[in-house]
T-cell receptor, first 114, second 113 residues
């Protein structure tokens, strides 16, 4: 099992603020992902990384940005938060195990932008 | 264009009975399927998976069935227990793990005493 941590768990913030959602994993996984999920909806991939200095945009367009300077750390940043960014943000990682690999998720950050 | 569909937003089952959660997919390139369980305000946790070369995989009370010709899979939980009450997401992947997983909208399973 992967140990993957997200902070903060909950964040309420005003419009226009810059925020960074933290995600760290201790298992040395190369692959890391950010998903966004609204209640009753599917998880949408917004960013992923295959390793240090590798970042790609996912299927869902997002105004957020990510960085991968260290293997264990994959933070997500919103330069100017808006109410439309209110959502749950889920970070995940996976080992490079080929066809039967699975994603391990953190507990998520519930973001509310007022 | 939803590639993974869970058409039942919710399902209520009595404790001790069988719970059957269904999932349909449209992308014939999917070769690996997973079920995740999610409690409110927590991240999804992996439950069970199946490769497209199999039609059944069993793990304790959980069994996943895959019907490739119908592009349909189902998760059976028997017997259902109160702790099984959660949202269950069906997910699929194609091509060896590229670009993460494609998820359905989830089915909220409620186990009634």
């Amino acid at each position: 099992e992967a140990d993957i941590y997200q902070t903060p768990r909950y964040l309420v913030i005003g419009t226009g603020k810059k925020i960074t959602l933290e995600c760290s994993q201790t298992m040395g996984h190369d692959k890391m992902y950010w998903y966004q999920q609204d209640p009753g909806m599917e998880l949408h991939l917004i960013h992923y990384s295959y390793g240090v200095n590798s970042t790609e945009k996912g299927d869902l367009s997002s105004e957020s940005t990510v960085s991968r300077i260290r293997t264990e750390h994959f933070p997500l940043t919103l330069e100017s938060a808006r109410p439309s960014h209110t959502s749950q943000y889920l970070c995940a990682s996976s080992p490079n195990e080929g066809l039967d690999e699975k994603l391990f998720f953190g507990s998520g950050t519930q973001l509310s932008v007022l | 264009d939803q590639q993974v569909k869970q058409n039942s937003p919710s399902l209520s089952v009595q404790e001790g009975r069988i719970s059957i959660l269904n999932c349909d997919y449209t992308n014939s390139m999917f070769d690996y399927f997973l079920w995740y369980k999610k409690y409110p305000a927590e991240g999804p946790t992996f439950l069970i998976s199946i490769s497209s070369i199999k039609d059944k995989n069993e793990d304790g009370r959980f069994t996943v069935f895959l019907n490739k010709s119908a592009k349909h899979l189902s998760l059976h939980i028997v017997p259902s227990q109160p702790g099984d009450s959660a949202v269950y997401f069906c997910a699929a992947r194609s091509g060896g793990g590229a670009d993460g997983l494609t998820f359905g909208k989830g089915t909220h399973l409620i186990i009634q005493p």
